[in-house]
């Protein structure tokens, strides 16, 4: 298929550039009576806005979702939801500099060679700013989940450079503009993103994300195991490098008597498999993280080359977030919440009649 | 789709368990033209082949692959091509001791909770015997991209528990039975599996595979990039908990000056990025990497439960092999294979008369 | 897959409610470089536009079509292509009515009993003003095929209840309200309908839509042969029932020595075949046929049941077409159009380096 | 995706060629638990194989299916299930004189066209042979459908040629070797077959397959209605020109007071939809129909041309069927088990909390 969707049974399909005149995309399959509006969706969508700290970019994005579709006195009816994010911030800046020439890092040399044309305003179709409608996407999963199955979906950022979360306490991420989970390092995260600004450099960052209560069974063999598809969907999120399930790159260096979880009557007493065995979800929390690279949007200069193959030297001058990972929150949640809910619609689709008694008591051992 | 199959344009459909009677599949949008038999196929299964060392399970898998269909006169009509390996090894074990039982680390507790009906024998579905038939897929994919394109696929094993490749020597690799790409390591390795098989134990690894002269342009935004869906195909191999692209989670650390790949006129300076911008192929090497968890078939006692909840002690007998890593050699690069192919048949079914003029020379800077 | 999409290399989702704020979707795969913008659509939009003639409904849509990505100075990037039609004629009419009563003829029974909810104003999403999103992406396919391939597809109203036209002239077909291809017929049509009119009933409709200059070789065997997917893509449109391809039903009482087609060095000598031989175009002309149903919109008084299955009698007021086969004929072409450029996409993905020479001339015997 | 595939949660992809060494395929997402033996799918190949009667083809196929996977003690485990039809006819015959030559009303042109190389033996890849498989997996549906929700699902030849069937008594079908429903006209059948032997030619033929007992709220809007994916199912048989749901192409002289369905408290009081209302099922029976075509297959001589484009003169000789549709009979059967099986796991995995109460009580009226 075309690469613009994503999901089988619940599919997002999306469209939209940078400095277009809208974002917008069709999230189909959702389940009918569902409780859903533009608010739920404008929450997440407002924890990924730029100019939200001074950690961020600047760069002004009302990005209000509309529903346009889908929804009848409050409640989805099953058929497709329309979304829309129209873009207000489209200011007719110049960017003819830009027009001809490759910047480094970015996608700019890849679309020309794809497509042999590129809108080139802001990234276009490659920009990040795409990932709105994955998070307004994200929330009416998130909320389904939630809301019939108990699932609860949190996100973070477990290292921000050399900078690492040491413990994890979940009330702290929203308390503060680096959705970071350990207050102790609050000071060095905030020196550090100071002295970057004064560099003009970017940095790299380590994203977690998180699902409580996914039941047990979601994930088809062999191909769509559910840990594939979660790889799938987060890599594919702008600047994402490597995704981990569990105790992802740590298992090299692990014997199989440590890492294989122990299953007692009361549950699992360990979760290095990250809630998932053998492609299928254990009941246990589903953990994934992901490396988000440096931006190349910097204003340290560049060299590269222009359409003509002529070696030209790079700034990136405008609006731009030195640590991307920092936004990349909610759409880290949006995207394991679609991929959840997918799995979800698939799996009771095939397995509904199955209704396996007894067992044991799936569940994250504390 | 239902989960045993992969790709769009170039499909994999895959059946067959551990001791079931054969395993099977349907490679379907192979391109016309192509001379392939099955002895080419099966260069690739002996690779896989268990047995091969000490350091790999004794099981004798004979892994004779048939051609059932889609050649004509030694070349592919282009039509859908099925692929037959029976299972020479039923050997009518008795395994009922297992039957009711979850081994910890296996797929015995997420197939049960899944489907309420499991194939206890050998893991059934969930068996890395599976993989056969993705050598085999692989290996049709990988030399029509030899052929028409160029395109040449390795994978290594770069890291086995503690010990890891200093140096990158793709000539020695196929020299030693643990596919490693350094020579000097090769004592401290036979040394280390001596060790873990009196232990009975097993360890995790890192296989790393690199695609050379991969066409630029490959990928389609935003879901389906490329290392999205190279993550997706990797992470769907047994044992995977985590793949890289490029410098995978090394970036976390970089900076944006010194992530981003120079451009030349005579090409990229470097590769950070492993051949892959904004989801698109650069024409650079393509370089992923995954990590492969321990295999928990070992002799260490380990406790779990059974479908009547009630605690149990596990030892798995048998004949395991006490690193999958070495075995996901052929496996990787199958898979990366597959989706190379895939994407290259989407690509020039969109964009078959783009032709851009001038541009630079891609290619891995060395 | 869920269901509000068609197509795998150019794909269209859409999404919208008759009543509802909007009509959209995304066209996705479309090749870059082709020129288009909003008047090439609105073409199309405004042959399909109701109130066009006395024999159409009154109903004012204005059907104003805007692109919102995916192009960019007037050419296609290959990026997916935003689509939204905003819905004028929104009025607040009371629906209240009908919100518990099933309209025979309608999908209000199988909507409610789907989904356990419904938005029943104007029949929500079952109402055929979805397809005015179909005829938008169909204009972009059309316009494709036709730059790039010389394909032209064209469909004209065949018959209308008991009247058949006799004459084919294409070139008729654009010059009355009723894209008749027979002139001799047109009074006989006027009457037929005001009379229709006066009793508040409706009729069934034939229509048929032609391809030209189709390339060789579309369509995959064996699931999704081109006559296959054209099947799906006509039947697909509302109030359809029937589906042909080339001599359709009258193949029953053919004899094989008169139905298959002979191949002389000039080419096909007749075109039973309707331009398909085994479910890959010949290259002759393309030829699909389909029954529309008289729409069940009426003012004759008729039987149903509310949602609480009590008795109730039913009158459907408003603004409705007697013979929606008449709007059809820009849907027909939009949805040959979409499968032929989808088949035209995947087949080059495939076969991009088959060169057969030398080869007989396809095209239509006249 | 590729074309050998069919369905979504309920996949069958398939593999084989007429005189290749066997057919296959894989049935992916059959649900876990139901009883299902190499037996229960014999009895349908039993009915599509050749030489049955002397009305069809004399030809010897085995035809005896292997079931190689998804089978634990008797019972589908919800993993992929593998099928396997060796091919026992394979003589080694003569087919040079026809390897460069297009058989007129074949796929010999397209495929050739298409590919540039071609499987000249008996029609490879497209001749009908490859039903084989899809009756196969058709039983699979079958025996879920009918087992899980009481499904039925029959066919019938209801016209051959001229001779149209009159009554329609199901009892009589499967006691005449015409799978005839109108016991009155056997007579008839067997003098037009006759005759028709003699000339060496072949006939046209309409099946009619009806499926009971379907639950209410199957297929999806807009474009996956359940009426067109049927029409593209039963479309992708070989030989099939046409299809109609519930009364096809009579509606287009019926009057939307004639053909509209009444429902009462007690249910639809007709079922001139053929079970279909907006796409979506309504409980009633769906009705289809198909148009087969003449075997182009005869032994009266024929014009066409070979790979030189130099005129020949054809007669096809060997063991072939002059009717094709009496063992089109459980191809349908198949095709619509598969589609109905497909649409009942989608909707269930969309809807499976949707509890729609007080209702009418669908079912055919008699």
Redo the contacts between chains.
């Keep these: 298929?075309?690469?613009?969707?994503?999901?089988?049974?619940?599919?997002?399909?999306?469209?939209?550039?940078s400095h277009?005149?809208?974002?917008?995309?069709?999230v189909?399959?959702c389940?009918?009576?569902l409780e859903i509006c533009e608010a739920d969706l404008q929450i997440d969508l407002d924890r990924r806005k730029p100019g939200q700290s001074r950690y961020t970019t600047q760069r002004r994005e009302e990005d209000a979702v509309?529903i346009?579709?889908?929804i009848?006195e409050g409640?989805?009816?099953?058929?497709?939801?329309?979304l829309?994010i129209e873009n207000g911030d489209q200011r007719s800046k110049d960017y003819s500099k830009i027009a001809d020439v490759?910047r480094?890092?970015?996608?700019d040399?890849?679309?020309?060679?794809?497509?042999?044309?590129?809108?080139y305003r802001g990234g276009?179709?490659?920009s990040a700013r795409?990932t709105a409608i994955r998070v307004a996407a994200g929330a009416i999963a998130k909320k389904y989940l939630k809301q019939?199955h108990g699932v609860e979906i949190n996100a973070c950022l477990s290292?921000l450079?050399?900078i690492k979360a040491e413990q994890f306490d979940w009330s702290e991420v929203e308390e503060n503009p680096f959705f970071f989970p350990d207050s102790t390092k609050l000071d060095a995260l905030d020196e550090y993103m100071r002295a970057?600004k004064k560099?003009g450099?970017?940095?790299?960052?380590?994203v977690t994300v998180v699902a409580k209560n996914v039941p047990?069974?979601l994930?088809?063999?062999?191909?769509?195991?559910l840990?594939?598809?979660?790889?799938?969907?987060?890599?594919?999120i702008?600047a994402?490098?490597?995704?981990?399930?569990?105790?992802?790159?740590?298992?090299?260096?692990?014997?199989?008597?440590?890492?294989?979880?122990?299953?007692?009557?009361e549950g699992f007493t360990s979760n290095?498999?990250?809630g998932?065995?053998?492609?299928?979800?254990?009941?246990q929390d589903i953990v994934a993280s992901i490396?988000?690279?440096?931006?190349?949007?910097?204003t340290?200069p560049?060299?590269?080359?222009n359409?003509?193959?002529?070696?030209v030297e790079m700034i990136t001058k405008g609006r731009h977030d030195p640590c991307v990972g920092i936004r990349a929150i909610p759409i880290a949640e949006a995207m394991l919440a679609i991929t959840l809910m997918d799995h979800l619609?698939?799996?009771?689709?095939?397995?509904?009649?199955?209704?396996?008694q007894?067992?044991?008591i799936p569940g994250q051992a504390e």
Excluded: C
């Excluded at 277009?20 to 069709?26: E, N, Q, R, W």
């Excluded at 409640?75 to 329309?82: A, F, K, L, Q």
């Excluded at 450099?201 to 380590?206: P, R, V």
């Excluded at 359409?307 to 070696?311: L, R, V």
């Design positions: 298929m075309a690469g613009n969707s994503i999901g089988q049974l619940f599919k997002v399909s999306t469209f939209g550039e277009g005149i809208a974002l917008g995309g069709v189909d399959g389940p009918p009576g509309k346009l579709s889908g009848f409640r989805t009816t099953g058929t497709s939801i329309g829309l490759y480094p890092g970015h996608g040399y890849t679309y020309w060679h794809k497509y042999g044309i590129r809108d276009g179709r490659s795409e019939f290292q450079g050399p970057l560099e450099d970017s940095i790299g960052a380590k047990v069974g994930g088809e063999p062999v191909f769509d195991r840990d594939a598809e979660i790889a799938h969907s987060l890599m594919s702008n994402v490098k490597g995704v981990e399930i569990g105790d992802g790159f740590e298992v090299i260096e692990q014997k199989g008597s440590e890492h294989r979880d122990t299953i007692t009557p290095h498999a990250g998932v065995l053998a492609g299928i979800s254990t009941g490396a988000l690279k440096p931006t190349s949007s910097i340290v560049g060299k590269s080359i359409t003509q193959n002529e070696a619609l698939r799996h009771q689709g095939q397995n509904k009649h199955v209704n396996v007894p067992g044991p």
